[in-house]
């Protein structure tokens, strides 16, 4: 049996309950079924006893892109937070899959940027992953689907991609 931790979700569709999915887990179990009464839920904290606490979510929100991006003035300065960023990742996986980007964008201050883009439905979960981490990444940092918006269209130039993979 899988063993199922917060940021998670659980699928109820066709008599069936499948849980402690991940987000790209979900999406494909979603788009094969072909049952209309479909439930999606977001694990929001796993009991001692295994009891699970869930947070209904729409379909809708787990195909919509958030992201966190942290801002710096000097290009090394960027670097070494993606390194510190990438480090942490590898040390304490996060808790879906997110994509990670060292960018430029020369029309915004700072210009030197670390994108984290990840599904709206996970925000929580990746905010309280950032949050225990020992390090303050960026001179500024923002986030939001508007922001993710923004940016995207303002990046030159993205020097560096990699993937952070959750633990399954």
Request: glycine share 6%; aromatic share 6%; charged share 25%.
């Amino acid at each position: 049996m899988r063993k199922v931790k917060s940021g998670q979700f659980v699928i109820h569709c066709g008599g069936e309950r499948h849980e402690g999915l991940a987000v790209d887990e979900a999406l494909a179990l979603i788009e094969n079924a072909e049952s209309e009464s479909l439930e999606l839920y977001r694990i929001h904290r796993v009991a001692e006893d295994g009891r699970l606490e869930l947070v209904g979510i729409s379909v809708e929100a787990l195909k919509k892109r958030d992201c966190m991006v942290f801002m710096r003035q000097q290009r090394d300065a960027a670097e070494a937070d993606y390194q510190a960023l990438s480090g942490y990742a590898d040390d304490t996986p996060p808790p879906c899959k997110i994509e990670m980007q060292l960018a430029h964008a020369p029309t915004l201050q700072p210009q030197h940027l670390v994108l984290l883009i990840f599904p709206t439905a996970c925000q929580t979960a990746v905010g309280s992953w950032l949050a225990a981490a020992d390090f303050q990444p960026g001179d500024t940092a923002d986030g939001s689907p508007a922001v993710l918006e923004a940016i995207e269209s303002a990046i030159k130039q993205i020097m560096l991609t990699k993937y952070l993979q959750p633990l399954n």
